[in-house]
């Protein structure tokens, strides 16, 4: 039976190992993590993690090929191949602070590694890591080897969060990147071997190490950069009364453009696009391409310049101040069917509202209202206001707003603003709102009242 171990039991290593148990029986995978409350949480009936479908996926092969546990090194040292999903968040402090992957987390593994194995290992980076990180990683195993063979594999995750266990079952492509020797090559068809079990052959993309390692982060770079294109083409359908959605319906019948990724919004959130944009942005600085760093940076730039066009609209609307005015804010996560704050648009929207002195209250059914009041403090900007923070018991907003209730107790004039365009503009006009949505037609009031970007 081949064994599989994969350190870090996160959003990544939770879900993927999962489906490989599920789809693979022959196979043993144990999940394992430094965290015990994450772990814990993995044993239980309630997973750490909110994806629609992961529940049944667990539940299906927990204890049967399936474990997760905080014994990290007796199941490195026990398995074939070690999958490494630990976070790479950007570094905050020292060389290349602000921009480059922080690899302490992925290092320590890797150390690990060296101490504790007593077999030949297949090593799978699965975490987005810099180019060129497979080198340095093999550097320390090699020289700690005590005479075992490491082969190291970049196997990027391109799963979006929220369709995760849909993007597993079915991905678009596996990626595997392996050294171009016979020992690299076999390393990589044993990790082939495993995806073949559900993914067809001709999904499976096998490269060199670095054509792997660049991929993820040019895939995410693309994606984001679609973002950032239909937002600022949403800043100027706002400008000249064109309708963004009417834009990105027409662009996308190009089938040289496509129709997906070009919904304008508040902005991209979440904790890859723009720790992923940032590392690339790096390595082109690191490798004297200044030019290409600021064409990457340039797309960071419009997310940033979303958000605080969005606050400032909301702000200039209400008579350019929101000091005391209560503001309800439905939603806090990146984005729909997932839990997951990090980098979430929300967080600076509500900064930016709770610095005019709003009295914001917020609801999100998969988010708590410890980890909104964890966000909200972090000290990401330096706010010399108070927070008016009060967030509402989750039992307090039902599924289906009754709009008409809602706007007959606000004052008026009432507004909304939809920072996803969701809501059914039109019919909130006729209940009596003042309706923003972005990048569409303005209402006669907001054009009165231009938002200062
Ligand atoms: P996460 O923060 O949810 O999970 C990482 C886990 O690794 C944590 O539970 C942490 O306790 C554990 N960990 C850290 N160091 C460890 C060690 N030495 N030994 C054992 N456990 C350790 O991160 P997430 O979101 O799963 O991301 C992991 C990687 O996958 C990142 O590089 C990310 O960029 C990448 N990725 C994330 C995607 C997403 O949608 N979240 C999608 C594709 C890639």
């Not at 044993?190 to 559900?198: D, G, H, P, S, T």
């Not at 200044?290 to 940076?297: C, L």
């Amino acid at each position: 039976m081949v064994k599989i171990c994969c350190i870090g039991a996160g959003y990544v290593g939770g879900p993927t190992m999962a489906v490989i148990a599920v789809k693979c029986p022959a196979i043993e995978v144990v999940v394992v993590d430094i965290s015990k409350p994450r772990i814990d949480a993995w044993n239980s009936d309630t997973l750490p993690i909110y994806e629609p479908g992961l529940d049944e996926v667990v539940k299906a092969c927990r204890g049967k090929n399936l474990f997760f546990s905080t014994d990290v090194e007796k199941h490195v040292a026990e398995a074939d191949i070690i999958f490494v999903s630990v976070n790479t968040p950007t570094k905050t402090r020292g060389l290349g602070a602000g921009k480059a992957a922080d690899l302490t987390y992925w290092e320590s593994a890797a150390r690990m590694i060296a101490d504790v194995s007593k077999s030949d290992k297949i090593v799978v980076e699965k975490s987005t890591v810099p180019v060129k990180t497979a080198e340095a990683i093999e550097k320390i195993l090699t020289h700690n080897s005590k005479g075992i063979n490491y082969q190291i594999l970049s196997n990027p995750e391109f799963l979006a969060e929220g369709t995760a266990i849909d993007d597993l079952f079915k991905p678009d492509r596996v990626l595997i990147g392996g050294r171009e020797t016979p020992e690299g090559r076999k390393a990589v068809q044993a990790l082939k071997e495993v995806y073949a079990n559900w993914v067809p052959e001709e999904n499976i993309i096998t490269t060199n190490l670095w054509s792997a390692e660049l991929s993820k982060l040019a895939a995410n770079a693309f994606l984001a950069q679609r973002i950032s294109s239909v937002n600022a083409m949403s800043a100027l359908c706002e400008a000249t009364g064109a309708n963004v959605s009417e834009v990105s319906y027409a662009i996308g019948k190009d089938s040289r453009i496509g129709p997906k990724f070009l919904n304008a919004s508040v902005g991209f959130g979440g904790s890859c696009f723009q720790k992923d944009i940032l590392n690339l942005v790096y390595i082109c600085e690191c490798n004297g391409l200044p030019e290409v760093a600021n064409y990457w940076k340039q797309v960071i730039k419009i997310n940033d310049y979303q958000k605080s066009r969005f606050v400032n609209r909301v702000v200039s609307s209400m008579f350019n101040t929101v000091s005391g005015k209560k503001v309800a804010v439905l939603g806090f996560a990146f984005k729909k069917d997932t839990g997951d704050t990090r980098e979430t648009p929300a967080i600076d929207v509500c900064k930016g509202l709770l610095g005019d002195k709003a009295q914001v209250s917020i609801y999100d059914p998969q988010v708590t209202e410890d980890q909104i009041q964890r966000d909200l403090a972090m000290n990401k900007f330096d706010w010399d206001h108070p927070m008016h923070l009060q967030p509402t018991s989750p039992s307090s907003v039902k599924q289906e707003l009754d709009y008409q209730k809602i706007f007959n107790n606000m004052q008026k004039p009432a507004f909304v603003f939809d920072g996803r365009n969701v809501v059914n503009a039109d019919k909130l006009r006729e209940i009596g709102f003042i309706v923003y949505s972005i990048g569409k037609p303005l209402d006669a009031w907001l054009k009165d009242m231009p938002a200062i970007a």
